[in-house]
């Protein structure tokens, strides 16, 4: 390839949190190195539209300088993600470059809108591929656009070192252990679950005291809340870490057993549950989005409902039946292996063709 030909990755900067800028973050070693990378979105608490005027600016500046060979948007389905993409992509489709619109969050509300259903409509037109995260969004999105091409494709993680997953998996094995390590990692706000895992956990406690250990991490609105929570008396079985990365976030992965994400978020495929299985935890969510089609009911402990007292009995169950815990772990272990950074790097290379 020239040292001129280029693919541009549109996404947010690797240093935000969410699942997008995950994914390159996770991606970019896989990549060829004539991949290039435009940030879209905020930065450092400022607002995303500050940039877009010298974003669109670098952007044709950049369409005339190389040869560009190939275009990834990675919006998500909401208001703002796609009327500032769809600018892009208006431009990249009167230039006729091959381009994949991969849309990561999605929100099915949005396309009753009959506005922004032409605007969804106009994405997939051209020389496009429409990546979506479960078969339910190529459904919808099939129904709107029936001339599509759409494929279900999938987000990308790191799998951790195979003879620390080989001995946790032994560990996990010995059920003769009464203690739960409980975790909750993503975005503190309600839609999230966090206030349900801690009224779970806490009625648990009161039925066995010293049963259970709950770790919270992430940020977001509840930070404060959750912390003051957990230094109360009475919540003494909770440990807040923050937001954690890297290392830190490996290591609570490593003592946990039970991963709970009793979201009410429209999902796509959260990272954090595909993290969490390739670690060795039970999942504990409900069957929604990706996580419904892509992983499934053999691997997570399904959640039916949104109350507390489903969580409640889901995780009585996991505590009473250890060999049931044990095995969705094995399985998730073997699952996650498809969400191997460099395979998923591989795939979406051969469905970008250039």
Known sequence: MDRLDKVLVFCTHPDNSGGVANLYRTLKPHLPDHFVYMYVGSRQSKPGCLYFPLLLLQFVFFLFKYNVRGIIFNPSLGVKALARDSVFIAITKFIGIRHLVFFHGWDSTLL???????????????????????TEFREQSGKIAPSAKIEVFRTAIDLPDNEHITE???????????????LFLGRLEE???????????????????????????????????????????????????GYVRGEKKDRLFARSDVFAFPTRHSEGLPVAVLEAMAHGLCIVAPLIGGLKCQVGGSVIKQLHTSSVDDLVQVLVELQESPHDRVLRQERGVLMARHFEAKVVARDLLEILNV
């Open 168 to 182: 946790k998996l032994r560990r996990n094995a010995d059920v003769s252990k009464r203690s739960l390590e409980l």
């Open 191 to 241: 839609s999230k679950g966090v206030l349900d895992v801690i009224t779970a956990a806490s009625k648990l406690n009161e039925k066995c005291p010293d049963c259970l250990v709950l770790h919270i991490a992430g940020g977001g609105a509840l930070q404060d809340t959750v912390r003051k929570l957990s230094e109360q008396k009475g919540f003494e079985f909770v440990r807040f870490h």
């Open 112 to 134: 009753a809108h009959p506005f922004w259903c032409r605007i969804f409509k106009f994405t997939t037109l051209g020389n496009c591929v429409l990546l979506v995260l479960a």
